[in-house]
């Protein structure tokens, strides 16, 4: 059998593609595995060299396979995987070259200190475009790091900020490094929050973190107590941080973490999340119930005020959730009003201006939105209204629904808000006219549903990213919309066959001979 030769070269690329994950993956395990049989700390420092460069080259190779439209998280991250090898390269320049243990701090703490922001603020742009910017997905995450910042002080912190025996200089970097693992997990908490669909990506990346995080505490704690050495088991943990985020870019799904936006992006307060939050928030008398059982002295400066910011923290989480309540409860008043205007309506042009008038005041004065209505089938649709002043612009355009992918028409047949690539609409540019710009909006269409067919979509383009339940609303006002085109449809049938009616009795009931005569006379 004859194979088109672009098809071949294209599943070659994807096993390629696959392929580099999985042997890097299984590499790097037995890496780390073959670490701990080397015999000197020189050949240890040489292959945790290797494992930080070999995450370099990773992101290097797995943006230029993958191609995301968003690169620049993944720049940020392959930037801040430089800094460990700077440090590495000068601890093992003291040990190595010098022959000499290295002094502390040195150059080497201010590249790994730097190594902290990249991923935060790489994390911060790829949870841009998977989270609404509520209050929840904010403050969440700020109670679980006031929380665990209180642990950190007083066990890996304070010990260090109050010995006056060492000099101010190695104080501070002591506790920057716990400070920084604190917000490092401030964002990953966010990262782990979001709810939706997460890709392999997602937990390659979340796994390495959490690896980090784990190995960060481990390390404060053993060398506090003066029980750390170079080969430790621990170490294990800061090289499989490196390669599951190696492993991470180098996976396909790459593109989708950082350019896909979350279709459920909005924070719920699920039971494990309140369980986080009250873990965190209990946090601050655990701690003085732990030092009055030790007999050690109570920092009550640090847990009185990490206390205060907790309890605002808190009551700033339950104006959230009231409203949230409130803006739910003038939803549903919102949808009732409509629904009596639909009702009211004369006709279908009345059913038009309701629903785009409702649409206009879901989607709030802040962002700037346009609607239409187009009417058919899940093949093609007309434009049939519009809003603006210029809606005449757009009237009667045809929307192709049947270029749409499979999963937005299959989202529309199962009556779910979809968001699209972009408007396939005839005469698309003529929206400019209109002020917006279709490929700068989002998309959004809300189906027409009336037993289980599409009979057309509430267009609009907005450039706010609606949230789940503003989603849900639109949902029920397409419910509503169709039910009185429906309805409306069915009195203009009754009406047609009642004057069929009448003129059929006309016909028969009259004494004259009613003749039908064409232009031709016959």
Known sequence: FWTHPFRT???VKVRRRLQAWHMYLAVGVLATGAYFLLPTQTAQYVLRLLAVGSTSAAFVAGIVMHRPKRPLPWYVLGF????????????????????????????????????????IAALLLIQSRRLVRDRASTIDPIIVAVGVGMLAWVFLMKPYATDQSLPM???????????????????????????????????????????????????????????????????????????????????????????????????????????????????????????????????????VGGSVVLFLLVLGRMAGIMSAREEAIGREKHLRRTAAKLVAAPNRKGIYEVALDATHDLLGSESSSWAGIATGSLEEATLVAASGDNSGEVMGAQLHLDEYPDAVRTGLLEGRVVEAEGLNIAYSSRLK??????????????????????????????????????????????????????????????????????????????????????????
């Open 433 to 522: 006219i209109l002020g917006f710009n279709p490929d700068a909006h989002s998309v959004y269409l809300v189906p027409l549903l009336a037993q289980a067919q599409l009979r057309g979509a509430i267009l609009i383009l907005t450039d706010a990213l609606l949230s789940e339940d503003s989603q849900a609303t639109l949902e029920a006002l397409g419910r509503e919309v169709t039910l009185a085109l429906e309805s409306t449809a069915l009195s203009e049938e009754i009406h047609r066959r009642e004057s069929e009616e009448r003129f059929r009795a006309l016909v028969q009931n009259s004494s004259d001979v009613v003749a039908i005569v064409r232009a031709d006379g016959v």
């Open 9 to 11: 070269d294209r599943k």
């Open 80 to 119: 801040a995987m430089l800094m460990p090898i700077f440090g590495t390269v000068t601890l093992g320049y003291y040990e190595a070259v010098l022959g000499i243990e290295s002094p502390f701090p040195t150059v080497a703490d201010a590249f790994f200190l730097a190594t902290y922001p990249g991923p």
């Open 169 to 303: 200089l190695e104080r501070l970097v002591l506790t920057t490094y716990p400070l920084m693992d604190v917000v490092l997990l401030a964002v990953v908490v966010r990262m782990l929050l979001v709810r939706g669909e997460r890709p392999f990506s997602y937990y390659a990346m979340v796994t390495g973190l959490v690896s980090l995080l784990v190995f960060d505490a481990a390390y404060a704690a053993t060398t506090l107590i003066g029980t750390y050495q170079n080969g430790n088991p621990i170490d294990a943990l800061e090289i499989l941080s490196f390669v599951f985020a190696g492993v991470a870019v180098l996976h396909p799904s790459m593109v989708d973490l950082s350019d896909k936006t979350v279709l459920e992006p909005e924070t719920k307060l699920t039971r494990r999340r309140l369980a986080l939050l009250a873990a965190a928030s209990l946090m601050a008398p655990l701690l003085i119930a732990l030092q009055w059982a030790r007999g050690g002295t109570i920092d009550v400066p640090v847990l």
